[in-house]
């Protein structure tokens, strides 16, 4: 999983959860005029609130977020996990809310019928409520707005201009490392020409090209250089990516795992 391709709205996400769970072990139920030495029961006393309310809020929460972290999309009954987590979580708030409504349910029919002596909701519900309701609208509203897909862990910087004479650092993810060619063969270092050009001799536009490092502002899609429409891979904010040429369809990298694809869309990459 990696953490690097988790957003904004994902962290809204996690953040909703870890307040749904704190919320879980407060009071379920309020009274008036309870001397504050009573001990309430919590959300996990309960097990409609608990299995519809807490582990429902918690579970979409966790496959929203690791949707998001897996390079390939997962399915579980024919539903990708990111959809199915979007539909957890909409059903925790909707139950959330109708607890909080009628914290318990038909046993105020019971009796005189005076709700007179009826419980409210407590705080722990109210809480639940508030969070549910959070991790929804953020997992909704991700795709949709641009302030919510920009990366939660921002890519880190291009290191420093190394000292004459001093080696870059090596290893792939490094912009100042020796690049490899576009061809496959041996790395590149920087400043030297592309592959099969002379020095100092003029090369055609199309061979002006050279490789270079980049990183993207939100998760863009990588799709086959063969033009299926449908994408092999998906590139990842916080992840530095050799550009490796320019291509007929748009700029031709390759990911982390040796994969190479087309990226149509690169407005707005980082160049390291």
């Known amino acids: 999983m990696n953490i690097r391709s988790l957003t904004r709205g994902d962290g809204v996400v996690i953040g909703a959860a870890v ?5 879980s072990f407060l009071d379920n139920y309020s009274y008036d005029g309870v001397p504050d030495s009573v001990d309430m029961p919590s959300l996990w006393s309960s097990g409609p609130v608990l299995l519809s309310v807490v582990l429902a809020g918690l579970i979409g929460a966790a496959l929203v977020v690791v949707a998001r972290g897996l390079p390939q999309p997962r399915k579980v009954v024919g539903l990708e996990l990111g959809p199915f987590g979007v539909a957890f979580a909409l059903f925790a708030a909707w139950s959330a809310l109708g607890n909080v409504i009628d914290p318990v349910g038909a046993v105020d029919n019971i009796g005189s019928g005076s709700d007179s002596g009826a419980p409210d909701a407590g705080t722990g519900l109210i809480l639940a409520l508030v969070a549910t309701l959070v991790m929804a ?3 909704i509203a991700t795709p949709l707005v641009p302030a919510l897909q920009a990366g939660l862990v921002p ?6 201009p190394q000292p004459y004479g001093a080696q870059p650092p090596a290893g792939y993810g490094y ?3 020796p690049q490899p060619s576009a061809f496959g063969g041996q790395p590149q270092a920087p400043g030297q020409p592309p592959f099969g050009a002379q020095p100092g001799a003029a090369q055609p536009s ?12 939100v998760p863009r899609p990588l799709y086959g250089e063969d033009g299926a429409p ?3 891979a998906e590139l990842a904010p916080g992840t530095w990516y050799l550009a490796v040429e320019q291509g ?6 390759q990911t982390q795992d040796g994969r190479r694809g087309v990226l149509r869309d690169s407005s707005g990459i980082q160049r390291g």
């Open 248 to 253: 007929s369809q748009g700029l031709v990298a």
């Open 137 to 139: 609208g953020a997992a």
């Open 206 to 217: 199309a061979q002006d090209f050279s490789p270079f490092w980049f990183a993207v502002p």
């Open 175 to 177: 912009p100042g490392a």
């Open 19 to 23: 307040l749904l769970f704190i919320a």
């Open 155 to 160: 890519a880190p910087k291009p290191p420093t």
């Open 230 to 232: 449908m994408p092999i």
